[in-house]
T-cell receptor, first 114, second 114 residues
Framework: GEDVEQSLFLSVREGDSSVINCTYTDSSSTYLYWYKQEPGAGLQLLTYIFSNMDMKQDQRLTVLLNKKDKHLSLRIADTQTGDSAIYFCAESAPNAGNNRKLIWGLGTSLGVNP | DTEVTQTPKHLVMGMTNKKSLKCEQHMGHRAMYWYKQKAKKPPELMFVYSYEKLSINESVPSRFSPECPNSSLLNLHLHALQPEDSALYLC?????????????FGPGTRLLVL
């Protein structure tokens, strides 16, 4: 069945780079997503990558996709205290009918130390 | 503009009350979703509306009743809830149901059932 796995915690120093890793199992995935959730807030779409791409960069964020190993990573350059949040990895997988659904990882809690 | 709005932000209700959660988007999206999220867990899909018709009900108890009055609005009617229903309720929308499920989330309604 479909499964998305992430490490639960990551702690970095302010100014360092953070790398959050994710593995997924569904080979029919089309899009893979990173969402950020700050305490008490909703889910913010950070970035997404189509499964035929290897890399996507958007300002401080770099997404790397290794389709052979079904491994996705999110790199945050120059990590700031405002980046402290839970980061969810999600893959788009087939659902009933012509629908698709998001399969979610458990989330990685990123702590940034001053 | 990728904004999804939700009201109210917080809601406290007794087990005999009837209340409604509201969600609105003006992005022209044709798919809308309700999710339930417990603290520090990924969101769980409850309902999907495609072109204003209910397309997926993830075996949600009948005390939750969704409604889609038009393409911009989504309601969740609550009746006779249990304390374990206390959670963050998130609404999301996506451009088209099916192929690309890039979902944009609202800030959520934090529900407490006493």
């Amino acid at each position: 069945g479909e499964d998305v796995e992430q490490s639960l915690f990551l702690s970095v120093r302010e100014g360092d780079s953070s790398v959050i890793n994710c593995t997924y199992t569904d080979s029919s995935s089309t899009y893979l997503y990173w969402y950020k959730q700050e305490p008490g807030a909703g889910l913010q779409l950070l970035t997404y990558i189509f499964s035929n791409m290897d890399m996507k960069q958007d300002q401080r964020l770099t997404v790397l996709l290794n389709k052979k190993d079904k491994h996705l990573s999110l790199r945050i350059a120059d990590t700031q205290t405002g980046d402290s949040a839970i980061y969810f990895c999600a893959e788009s997988a087939p659902n009933a009918g012509n629908n698709r659904k998001l399969i979610w990882g458990l989330g990685t809690s990123l702590g940034v130390n001053p | 503009d990728t904004e999804v709005t939700q009201t109210p932000k917080h809601l406290v209700m007794g087990m005999t009350n009837k209340k409604s959660l509201k969600c609105e988007q003006h992005m022209g999206h044709r798919a809308m979703y309700w999710y339930k999220q417990k603290a520090k867990k990924p969101p769980e899909l409850m309902f999907v509306y495609s072109y204003e018709k209910l397309s997926i009900n993830e075996s949600v108890p009948s005390r939750f009743s969704p409604e889609c009055p038009n393409s911009s609005l989504l309601n969740l009617h609550l009746h006779a809830l249990q304390p374990e229903d206390s959670a963050l309720y998130l609404c999301a929308s996506s451009q088209e149901p099916g192929y690309q499920e890039t979902q944009y989330f609202g800030p959520g309604t934090r529900l407490l059932v006493l």
